[in-house]
């Protein structure tokens, strides 16, 4: 069922729910349309940004956090878990700066100068340049395909394996997302029938690598991750 053809009154009680529960229950428990569709997406946004809108009173700040256009599909971007930042952002002593149309111009003595030529003072500079928070665990590893060549130079331009799990030139090569059970039941029956039958090494064929991308990659052209720069 889409959230689109559902009343207004049933659509805001199923969206309630879900906001209740909390963590990304709103996200990833929503219509599966809400991935698919822009203007079901534009329903959850509008939905979220009462919510949000309702704990910030200035409006300056108001349009740059919960501006009425979304910046992007919601969901297409992991969404913060936070208990008062929306609060913390309104205080008085908070002052919010839009480095997208007034950038940071350089470093000085006293802060951060941006193109505006304001110099914003400050005791400490926090850089919060994000991470890599998928492939950074095994490229950060300094783990060699068996050529010698480093994961890090062998995905520079694309990640390539099979289920997401496997990759060629990496014999008995495991990767587990996290507590995976079907990932973890699949490694575990693998191992085991390497061990019943005397195999001694596995690996994905470079062929299986390139039609996963691919599936992956048409899969991933049907939803509104792709309108999103991340």
């Known amino acids: 069922m889409s959230i689109a053809t559902r009343g207004i009154e049933l659509r805001n009680r199923a969206a309630e ?6 963590a990304f229950a709103f996200n990833t428990a929503n219509y599966r349309d809400g991935m698919f569709i822009q203007k079901t997406n534009d329903l959850m946004y509008e939905f979220w940004r009462n919510k949000v809108c309702a704990r ?41 700066v839009d480095l997208k149309n007034n950038g940071i111009k ?12 304001i110099v914003h ?5 926090v850089l919060a340049t994000g991470y890599d928070a998928i492939t950074g665990s095994f490229t ?4 060699k395909e068996r050529q010698g060549v480093d994961l890090r130079e062998k995905w520079k331009e694309g990640v390539k394996t099979h289920l997401g799990m496997t990759a060629p030139s ?4 495991f990767m587990v997302y996290s507590p995976q059970e079907v990932q973890g039941d699949l490694v575990a029956d693998m191992i ?7 195999i001694e090494t596995i690996e994905a064929r470079p062929e299986a690598t390139e039609k ?10 049907q939803t509104l991750f792709p309108l999103t720069n991340s």
């Open 17 to 22: 729910e879900l906001w209740a529960r909390g």
């Open 56 to 96: 910030i009173q200035d409006q300056a700040k108001k349009d740059l956090v919960e501006p009425e256009k979304p910046p992007h599909p919601l969901g297409t971007k992991r969404p913060s878990l936070e208990q008062d930042y929306y609060e913390c952002l309104d205080e008085d002593n908070v002052h919010l």
């Open 106 to 117: 350089r470093s000085v003595a006293e802060g951060v100068e941006t193109e505006d030529g």
């Open 121 to 125: 003072k400050f005791d400490t500079v």
């Open 140 to 143: 950060g590893m300094g783990l």
């Open 170 to 173: 990496l014999p008995n090569m």
């Open 192 to 198: 085991k029938k390497m061990h019943d039958e005397g």
């Open 212 to 221: 996963w991308a691919a599936d992956i990659q048409e899969m991933n052209e």
